[in-house]
C-alpha cells in the first residue's frame, strides 16, 4: 500500500504563521524597510501565497497590528484578579502589561514604535487599543477610590488622567526595559509601582498631596511701564 498523502496546513494554521513571521519583521526593521519577501521566507511560504492570504503589505500590517493589540489588551484584563486590594489589583495588571511586552518585544515594538508612526490608518488602529486600557484602568482606579473610603471625592475628569498617566508611564518604562539589559518584567512592574503608588495610595483614602506653603509661583508681577523718554533741551 503506498504511503498517504501529506495533509495540507488548515488555512487559518497557515495564516497565523505569516502573522508570526510578519510581526518579527515588521517589530525588528518597521514598516518601510520590512520586505515581503523576508516575511515570506520566515514564515517558509511563497511571497504569493502571502498576497492570496492577506492581499497587500498595508493590510498584512493592519492584520499584525490587529492580532498583537486584542492579545495585549486581553493580558492585561486577564491579569488583574478580582477580589484583590486595589494595590494588588494594580499590581496584577502591571506584571500582566509588563510579562506580556517583555514576552513579545517584536510585537511591542511594532504597536508602539512602528504602528503610531507610518500613517494615519494603522495610529488609529493603536489608538483604539490603548483607549480600551486607558478605560480598563479608569475603571480600576475608580472602583478602587469608592472600596477605599465608600464616598469617592475623586472627580471623573481627574480618574481619567490619573488612567491617562499610568498608561503612559507603563508605555515609556516598557520601551525602557526592553533596551535595558537585565531589568526583568517584575522589575519594571515595582518600579513604577514604587513611582505611583506611593501618591495613589494617598488618594484612594481621601489625602491627595497639595502643595507646600511657598511652593507656588508667585503671580506675574506687575509690568513696568515704559519710560517717558527724556525730552531734549530746547537750542
Request: aromatic share 6%; charged share 25%; net charge negative.
Amino acid at each position: 500500500m503506498g504511503a498517504g498523502k501529506t495533509k495540507r496546513m488548515p488555512r487559518a494554521v497557515r495564516e497565523q504563521q505569516m502573522l508570526d513571521a510578519a510581526v518579527s519583521v515588521f517589530g525588528r526593521r518597521g514598516y518601510m524597510a520590512a520586505s515581503m519577501d523576508e516575511i515570506a521566507e520566515l514564515a517558509g511560504v511563497s511571497k504569493p501565497l502571502v498576497y492570496l492570504y492577506l492581499n497587500s503589505k498595508d493590510d498584512l500590517f493592519s492584520a499584525c497590528i490587529g492580532r498583537e493589540a486584542r492579545a495585549l489588551t486581553e493580558a492585561v484584563r486577564a491579569g488583574v484578579r478580582p477580589g484583590l486590594s486595589a494595590d494588588g489589583q494594580l499590581w496584577s495588571g502591571l506584571r500582566a502589561f509588563f510579562d506580556h511586552t517583555a514576552r513579545h518585544p517584536d510585537a511591542w515594538r511594532m504597536l508602539h514604535l512602528h504602528a503610531r508612526t507610518h500613517g494615519e490608518r494603522f495610529a488609529a488602529e493603536v489608538a483604539a487599543m490603548r483607549e480600551e486600557i486607558v478605560a480598563f484602568v479608569t475603571q480600576l482606579i475608580a472602583a478602587a477610590a469608592r472600596d477605599a473610603h465608600r464616598d469617592p471625592h475623586l472627580p471623573d475628569g481627574e480618574v481619567a488622567g490619573l488612567a491617562e498617566a499610568l498608561v503612559g508611564a507603563a508605555e515609556s518604562l516598557a520601551d525602557w526595559a526592553g533596551a535595558t539589559e537585565g531589568v526583568t518584567a517584575k522589575q519594571a512592574a515595582a518600579t513604577l509601582m514604587n513611582f505611583a503608588w506611593a501618591g495613589l495610595g494617598d488618594l484612594m483614602t481621601g489625602r491627595p498631596w497639595s502643595p507646600p506653603e511657598g511652593a507656588e509661583p508667585a503671580p506675574d508681577a506687575e509690568p513696568v511701564p515704559d519710560a517717558e523718554p527724556v525730552a531734549q533741551a530746547a537750542g
